[in-house]
């Protein structure tokens, strides 16, 4: 049996607040990783990096989450517009609000989107109209068609129109069909995919969601122009927020899958996988605290590591949460390679950091524990100043993006 999800004695309410915020972080992926790879590799690789990263990634994830929550087409493989855009409302690629897709449903293998607001697209146009080209032409052209073809392989996703804006202040930010069309030829998986499709991550069995918990148990239903989290069970809502803490997990992978082909030394690749987490770890540290209104003492520390995606799900990372202190143990996380494998009593900077943007003054202590370590947080009297590797994630408008309330309509062909 898979063990419960950490989330699950979340209430309700915390446990929508909660998914909304791990679909913001993990977009916040790219920005506390890609910075670094510019700098190791310039602009064109961390391209080619990005790519692979999501094509190698969406994929598995977008299929998991049609068969948690009931959506997966009858026949696999054979999915229509519908499935898509439900499976983009609950993808880390696609976090509601931040990035704002608006959905038109034509028929069934007809359909458009547009982004009233694209967060990404704030973060690079101060940057410059190279890297919107990149990553509205370079990267959006694979890896929406691989995150489509999950769902059928002839489907294609093409823009009308799309940043570089002109003019400067135009609105939708982009606008992009989606088409499901037999005379179109079978998008083509990228090498990478098969390889993570290997993973402990993809295959993961996790707890099942309990039908006859209050709240909806699936998305089974018609798709809605805003998914209303909090419609759902508690059940559902924990069996969601781990399964979006499956696809860090298998970005991450898709990441480093991208970078050993490209990494000079092993401590380059390291060096560069540490950057990011301890930039992911910051950042979820500080909106999951501020999500849940945690107590900034030692005791709210524990609980934010508890709760951090870096250490979650439960069925994947094995960690036991006594009265002061976490005990984690070697599991199947460790076995691909993920966050939690970087940690240990020899570095734990991302245990440092997630608890310090609760309070500055919070700290982690870390010693081994058998075949694991064993983490307690402890107050400093001197408070820790912000990782450089926070900071540059801070740069994205994600950091501080605030959710707005908002009503869930169904919606029907036009």
């Known amino acids: 049996m898979s063990p419960s999800s950490r989330y699950a004695d979340l209430t309700r309410e915390e446990l929508a607040e909660v998914v909304r915020e791990l679909l913001l972080v993990g977009q916040l992926i790219d920005r506390a990783g890609m910075a670094w790879c510019i700098s190791a590799f310039g602009r064109d690789e961390m391209l080619r990096i990005a ?36 499976g983009l409302q609950l993808d ?92 179109h030829p079978e998008a083509e998986a990228i090498p990478e995919l098969a390889v993570n499709e290997g993973s402990r991550a ?32 508690r059940s559902a809502l924990a069996r969601i927020a781990d399964e979006v803490c499956l696809q860090m997990a298998l970005l991450d992978r898709g990441f480093v899958l991208a970078l050993e082909p490209r990494a000079t030394s092993p401590e380059q690749l390291l060096d560069i996988r540490r950057k990011q987490l301890v930039g992911v770890a910051g950042i979820a540290g500080a909106r999951l605290a501020r999500a849940l209104s945690l107590p900034s003492d030692t005791m709210g520390g524990l609980r934010l590591l508890a709760l951090h995606p870096m250490l979650n799900p439960a069925a994947y990372v094995s960690m036991e949460v006594e009265a002061d202190a976490l005990v984690v143990r070697p599991s199947a996380a460790d076995e691909d390679g993920a966050w939690v494998s970087l940690i240990g009593p020899e570095w734990f900077v991302p245990l440092q950091v997630a608890v310090q943007a609760l309070d500055p003054h919070l700290d982690v202590v870390v010693t081994a524990a058998g075949d694991g370590w064993r983490a307690e947080v402890v107050r400093r009297p001197e408070p820790a100043p912000e990782a450089s590797e926070v900071a540059v994630v801070r740069f994205s408008t994600g950091a501080d993006f605030a959710f707005e309330p908002r009503r869930s309509l169904p919606i029907t062909p036009v």
Do not use: N
């Not at 959506?71 to 855009?85: E, H, L, M, R, S």
């Not at 993809?202 to 089974?220: N, Q, R, S």
């Open 51 to 86: 790519i692979v990263e999501w094509a190698a990634a969406s994929p598995i994830y977008t299929r998991r989450m049609q068969a948690a929550l009931g959506y997966a087409p009858a026949v696999p493989g054979q999915g229509d517009v519908p499935t898509i855009f439900k």
């Open 202 to 233: 993809a295959g993961l069995e996790l707890a099942p969601i309990d039908p006859a918990d209050a709240g909806a148990a699936d998305y089974a239903g018609p798709l809605v122009s805003d998914l209303d989290l909090a419609a759902f069970s």
């Open 92 to 183: 880390i690629g696609a976090p509601p609000q931040f990035m704002d897709f608006r959905y038109t449903v034509h028929d069934a293998r007809h359909g458009e989107f547009h982004l009233d607001h694209c967060g990404a697209l704030m973060d690079v146009e101060p940057m410059g109209e190279e890297f919107v080209r990149g990553m509205c032409h370079d990267i959006e052209d694979p890896t929406f068609d691989a995150t489509a073809i999950a769902t059928h392989p002839r489907a294609q996703v093409r823009p009308v129109h799309r940043p570089p804006r002109t003019p400067a202040d135009r609105t939708p930010h982009c606008r992009w069909t989606v088409t499901i069309d037999d005379a």
